[in-house]
């Protein structure tokens, strides 16, 4: 089973920010934090990934919790391409990659 | 360029035949993995395998066989035994044991069974 809690919807305005949360209170120490997304009809992507720190990259922002128990994801300006599922996913040495059902994003023009 | 294949992209079989989904990678990667997505719903793991020669069994292996004879193949065989094949299915493949590296996808075969 998924060790990922995430709403199943969210909703945002074109050009503005948007923060997507994700629960994992049974993270271990060696799990790493991995968000991907999935537009219809296409394979999931990889957006970010992040063990302790927060990390930035050309598509969004990891905010981790000090405990590591939630994140955030979060898109600085939401566009009408970023409307996907997004995927908040843990990984380890087993190397077993386990999808939840996501949140969906909804923009709105 | 490098990345991962899936062919074909759409997949139409009467009920009852065998059929093999293909996957290949030419990301030198270690593991590959096969999920299953039904309309609106997650991923789900059917196989995965971390080297080659060796598989393992994901959530929903029941149906399905696998092999993995060489580093960049990994076909899915969905058999007459899988009582629900109509569904989008993806193949994944990523480092093995690197945990801090990201997964890269195929873009799907979408299988009807008709």
């Known amino acids: 089973d998924a060790k990922t809690t995430q709403p199943n919807s969210m909703e945002s305005n074109e050009e503005e920010p948007v923060h997507l949360p994700c629960n994992h209170s049974t993270i271990s120490g060696t799990d790493y934090i991995h968000w991907y997304r999935q537009l219809p009809s296409q394979g999931p992507e990889y957006v970010i990934h992040g063990l302790t720190s927060n990390v930035n990259n050309r598509m969004a922002s990891l905010a981790i919790a000090e405990d590591r128990k939630s994140s955030t994801l979060i898109l600085h300006r939401a566009t009408l391409r970023d409307a996907a599922v997004y995927y908040c996913?843990?990984?380890?040495?087993?190397?077993?990659?386990?999808f939840g059902k996501g949140t969906r994003l909804h923009i709105l023009p | 360029d490098g990345g991962i294949t899936q062919s074909p992209k759409y997949l139409f079989r009467k009920e009852g035949q065998n059929v093999t989904l293909s996957c290949e990678q030419n990301l030198n990667h270690d593991a590959m993995y096969w999920y299953r997505q039904d309309p609106g719903q997650g991923l789900r793991l059917i196989y995965y395998?971390?080297?080659?020669?060796?598989?393992q069994k994901g959530d929903i292996a029941e149906g399905y066989s696998v092999s993995r004879e060489k580093k960049e193949s990994f076909p899915l065989t969905v058999t007459s035994a899988q009582k629900n094949p109509t569904a989008f299915y993806l193949c994944a493949s990523s480092m093995d044991r690197v945990v801090g590296t990201e997964a890269f996808f195929g873009q799907g075969t979408r299988l009807t069974v008709v």
């Open positions: 996913i843990l990984r380890n040495r087993d190397d077993k990659i386990i």
């Open positions: 395998s971390q080297i080659v020669n060796d598989f």
